[in-house]
């Protein structure tokens, strides 16, 4: 399966980037200064005025306001903006064991991770349990992050899947186990750097997929997947 199948409707491209800020607001500085008269003849005395020094702080002056701290809680992006503090998923630990129900634990992080890749434009954690050798992999999460418009942003594109093997926990000729997987996805749209929309998808509903992955020395890996029809 070639990625151009999911940038043409069979799965939605989406990614958004965290952002966040926040502006101090100086209190206004009180101004002073300091005079220096002289008396008339020889020996007078300078005479200081009574007004506060440049180094001492004006009197009532108001003082620095605080800055104020980001929202920390996960907001999926919205016309609004991009998404911010979405968390990453988290391999399980039996993800990495050479068992069905470790096989069944990967296939499902692999998804979420893809679905972060949409949701948060990060293709990161998706690439890094996903082998080199997988082509269509890689042309679909370079398709990811190539999809917002530079200073953009994406809404949108969350994936849930269900699972199923098929052959159970059996390898073929190749050594590799393949798990069939049904997606839907969220609708997902992508914004200018200026709020205009890019792009939008509706969303999708019961794709197939077989995914091809194999245990190499210590864990996991997607080979390679292909798209079926229901």
């Known amino acids: 399966m070639t990625a151009a199948v999911l940038m043409t409707g069979t799965l939605a491209l989406s990614g958004c980037t965290g952002e966040a800020s926040a502006t101090d607001t100086p209190g206004a500085s009180g101004s002073s200064s300091v005079s220096g008269g002289a008396s008339s003849g020889p020996g007078a005395t300078p005479v200081v005025s009574g007004s506060p020094s440049a180094s001492s702080p004006s009197a009532g002056s108001p003082s620095t306001s605080p800055t104020p701290s980001a929202d920390p809680r996960p907001t999926a992006g919205s ?14 630990a039996a993800a990495k064991q050479k068992t069905e129900a ?21 293709t990161k954690p998706v690439r890094s349990v996903s082998n080199k050798e997988c082509v269509d992999c890689i042309s679909l999460y370079d ?16 994936l849930s899947n269900h699972l199923q093997l098929r052959d159970g926990f059996v390898p073929d000729i190749n050594g590799q186990y393949v798990v069939i997987v049904r997606i839907d996805q969220a609708p997902y749209v ?25 245990y ?6 997607l ?4 798209p079926v029809k229901s």
């Open 143 to 158: 398709s990811i992050d190539t999809n917002v418009p530079a200073g953009g942003w994406a809404a949108g594109g969350k």
């Open 102 to 122: 470790g096989l069944r634990a990967y296939a499902g992080y692999w998804v979420q991770a893809l679905s972060y890749a949409y949701e948060n434009n990060d």
């Open 216 to 221: 190499r020395g210590t864990s996991w890996s």
């Open 79 to 92: 016309a609004k903006g991009p998404a911010r503090n979405l968390p990453k998923p988290t391999m399980p």
């Open 223 to 226: 080979i390679n997947y292909d």
């Open 190 to 214: 992508t914004y200018t750097s200026s709020g205009k929309i890019a792009s939008r998808s509706s969303g999708v509903n019961d794709l197939f997929f077989l995914l091809a992955i194999e």
